[in-house]
């Protein structure tokens, strides 16, 4: 049996506190070890999923011209490809072909569509390839004119300087979120329960960090689903009375919609927020819209929207363009929604047959 080494009188010894010292060092670096292999497979998420690994970075550029954020020419991420026009979906000519029908979108996030697999999956080249296969001695192309963060007046901005040179046949209108989410937060303004109009920026970190970023959006959701569930700081109104600015808006929008082509149509906004919902879905269906709005409450949400949608309704009548109604059509789940109002691939298919259904009788008269 071995002997134990006894420890000379001055042979030195851990401290207890060097001893919780390195314990302190060890528990940090294997911290920063789960943050790294955290932050690398979030990285390598983004890339599968989106093809890229800072969206906003990589895929948009400002147009010194107009001022407005626009998608890069000629990307290919894998799952999204723009033209070397900057729109996402395929080539098309500048000079439209003698016989084309050309449709054009408006829109913002969800006619984008960068939640969607691929460009084929977006609603607007399923409308186009809809209408094609209802019309197959027209010829069809189309422009999906829509920016994520966009909102109407930065659609007509994108109408006016981008798109009008097309010579667009049909122009299809899908805005709601953006623009109420500015009405509601000058109401919240107003009302003290913000301090800003504008959507507080996040903090530095979020800019170098996808772990950063998602953590403090998760927090920020999770905060204003507990106000949300509390009632406390939540915005109390008429919301049948908001949308004023909004009508303003889209009515200006459609006009110049109309001195641009033959055939222009809105369409009324889905989202997942359904007003039978139990309340612990409506709350999960709110999730996204909350982190703009998070003085809001679902119903509040699903009353402001119902709103918005009368105000397009009424604007399409009193300009006599095509209504594309029944947003209710695209059901209000996680099958068919990633989040509040972006749209999943069965998502996307379902509003693209509403859109196409709406178009239908508008195109057949048109172009006989």
Known sequence: MATPVARSPGEPRLSERAKWLLLALVTLGLLAALVVVAEVGLRVRQQLRYGIQQPAEQVYETDARIGLRVPKANLDTGRIQ??????RGPEISGDKPAGAIRLAFLG???TWCAEVSSN?????????AQLASDFPNRRFDFVNGGVPGYTLRSSLLNLE?????LAPDVIVIYHATNDLSGELRELALAAGLISEARVGAQFWPSRYSLLWDLAEKNIRIALARRRAESGA???RADFSRIGEPFRGALTDLVRAAKAKAGIVAVATFSTRMRAQQPPDEKLRAASSALYYV???DPDGLIAAFARYNQIIREVARGESIILIDGEDDVPGDAAHFTDSVHFTDAGSAAMARRVAAGLHAG???AFR
């Open 82 to 87: 723009t033209n070397s026009l900057g729109f």
């Open 108 to 110: 913002a996030s969800t």
């Open 120 to 128: 084929a999956a977006v609603w607007t080249e399923r409308v186009a």
């Open 161 to 165: 300087h981008r798109i009008a040179s």
């Open 233 to 235: 700081g939540v915005l």
């Open 294 to 296: 998070p003085f809001m």
């Open 363 to 365: 195109v057949a008269r």
